[in-house]
């Protein structure tokens, strides 16, 4: 919002920065050195007065703009009315310092002209900071939390990852140890004890000695001794018993003391010489 002081405003901040530099130049005495000095003050008291029309706040208040404003013109003041003094003219030393302060003092008009009747006080403004930063604190926090959780979950990823390596492994293994591991035979016990064929049971209550099959030229040679019979039966079956009876149902001319005799030797040949 635009007013028409700042026309006034800005042409007495003219002549005030060339009087004040002229003065302090002259006061000093330095030649044209003292104008960085001179130069010094005015960006000095011009900074103070756009940072009061900006509006700038220090610890979010805009006194301490306006006391540096304040305390930079009454310096600048005192240094027009000492050039006054040093030049023996009570006219200057009076009217010197009037040139400042009369542009200050039409600077805060304008500046109270420009400000909108319905902004934010500084009360507001300063709520509005607080809820501004709480925002900023709780999306900061967010991300934060955001960020934990990621790389909780990549962790998470990566230990089953490991889990299912090994569990592939492990099973790779598994196979290859099945596929090297020998065939076991499976002992024969009562529930698997091997049936009689029918033609063998017929031939024991038939005849005492089986009739040898047609197809076989010498029967007798072929036969298998008690001895080897009782070796087979011991090797696949762990009852004397069941080995017995087997061999019996083979050879039925065979004597039962005598086969039970040769399941017994043949067992205790098997486990080292212990019955």
């Not at 400000?115 to 607080?130: E, K, Q, W, Y």
């Not at 604190?137 to 934060?144: K, L, T, V």
């Not at 001895?227 to 762990?238: K, W």
Request: aromatic share 6%.
């Amino acid at each position: 919002m635009r007013t028409p002081l700042l026309i006034p405003a800005a042409l007495l901040s003219g002549g005030s920065l060339a009087w004040t530099t002229w003065s302090l130049v002259d006061l000093l005495g330095a030649g044209p050195w003292g104008i960085t000095v001179a130069a010094g003050a005015d960006i000095i008291w011009a900074s103070v007065i756009w940072a009061e029309a900006r509006g700038l706040r220090i610890s979010g208040h805009r006194w301490p703009v306006a006391a540096i404003g304040w305390a930079a013109l009454l310096a600048v003041a005192a240094f027009l009315v000492w050039h006054g003094i040093e030049q023996d003219h009570a006219a200057m030393a009076v009217a010197g310092p009037f040139l400042p302060l009369g542009a200050k003092v039409v600077w805060l008009l304008a500046l109270a002209d420009m400000r909108d009747p319905g902004a934010l006080t500084d009360d507001d403004c300063a709520l509005l900071a607080d809820e501004e930063r709480a925002m900023r604190f709780e999306e900061a926090r967010h991300q934060h939390e955001l960020r934990r959780r990621e790389m909780a979950a990549e962790r998470l990823l990566a230990d089953v990852s490991v889990d299912f390596e090994i569990e592939l492994a492990r099973q790779e293994k598994g196979r290859e140890l099945a596929r090297r591991a020998p065939i076991a035979i499976a002992p024969i016990t009562r529930e698997h004890e091997p049936s009689t064929p029918a033609s063998v049971t017929e031939q024991h209550h038939v005849s005492a000695r089986p009739e040898p099959p047609a197809t076989s030229p010498n029967p007798d040679r072929e036969q298998k001794s008690i001895a080897d019979l009782a070796r087979e039966q011991v090797a696949i079956t762990s009852d004397n018993v069941i080995a017995t009876k087997t061999i019996l149902a083979l050879r039925p001319d065979a004597k039962e003391t005598s086969v039970a005799a040769a399941v017994r030797r043949e067992r205790s040949k098997l486990n080292g010489g212990y019955n």
